[in-house]
């Protein structure tokens, strides 16, 4: 079967740096999606990684290794704004997008 | 960005009742669009993949009577919830493909805002 996986929930301080996570097994590999949720509304694209590597944009960068089926996303000086959901989700051979549950990050002052 | 909206952001209704929900990409032409619903704090469930001119295409375990998708245009697709009950109460979104503005041919999906749904 497929499967996402990535922690529940995590909480980081301001001005800190966190990383989130996610593993995947999936029936093939189209790229890896980085996506933030805000409570109440609907997800917003942050990154995409189809290659090995590091994206880095901005405070945010997304890391991918396709031969482990493992992806980070790395948020650096963290704000309060950051507080939300991360979902990780990975297209797979047909092109459709199979999503992890998210990972809640909440920020401390 | 490619931009999608979605109409209504809210709605309470009747059990029994049918719903209509409308997405619409606004400047882009989306020849695929997805319905997903999102219970509280669970990840999204995609429920069907909805392509211009065609029947859409319902994942395993969701009802295609009962949830009716229409994509008449390349810019508009609804989903009626049709005799809604209590626990088809969820938020609903849609997003779309645009793969013209898709950088480095990798395709994002670009979200609605979302409709939250109550039947009471």
């Known amino acids: 079967g497929q499967n996402i996986d990535q922690p529940t929930e995590m909480t980081a301080t301001e001005g800190a740096i966190v990383q989130i996570n996610c593993t995947y097994q999936t029936s093939g590999f189209n790229g890896l999606f980085w996506y933030q949720q805000h409570a109440g509304e609907a997800p917003t694209f942050l990154s995409y990684n189809v290659l090995d590597g590091l994206e880095e944009k901005g405070r945010f960068s997304s890391f991918l290794s396709r031969s482990k089926g493992y992806s980070y996303l790395l948020l650096k000086e963290l704000q309060m704004k950051d507080s939300a959901s991360y979902l990780c989700a990975v297209q797979d051979s047909n092109y459709q997008l199979i999503w992890g549950a998210g990972t809640k990050l909440i920020i401390k002052p | 960005g490619a931009v999608v909206s979605q109409h209504p952001s809210r709605v309470i209704c009747k059990s029994g009742t049918s719903v209509k929900i409308e997405c619409r990409s606004l400047d882009f032409q989306a020849t695929t669009m997805f319905w997903y619903r999102q219970f509280p704090k669970k990840s999204l469930m995609l429920m069907a993949t909805?392509?211009?001119?065609?029947?859409?295409?319902?994942e395993q375990g969701v009802e295609k009577d009962k949830f009716l998708i229409n994509h008449a245009s390349l810019t508009l697709s609804t989903l009626t919830v049709t005799s809604a009950h209590p626990e088809d109460s969820s938020f609903y979104i849609c997003?779309?493909?645009?793969?013209?503005?898709?950088?480095?041919?990798?395709?994002?999906?670009?979200f609605g805002p979302g409709t939250r749904l109550t039947v009471l």
């Open positions: 997003s779309a493909r645009d793969y013209g503005h898709s950088a480095g041919g990798y395709n994002e999906q670009f």
């Open positions: 909805s392509n211009e001119g065609s029947k859409a295409t319902y």
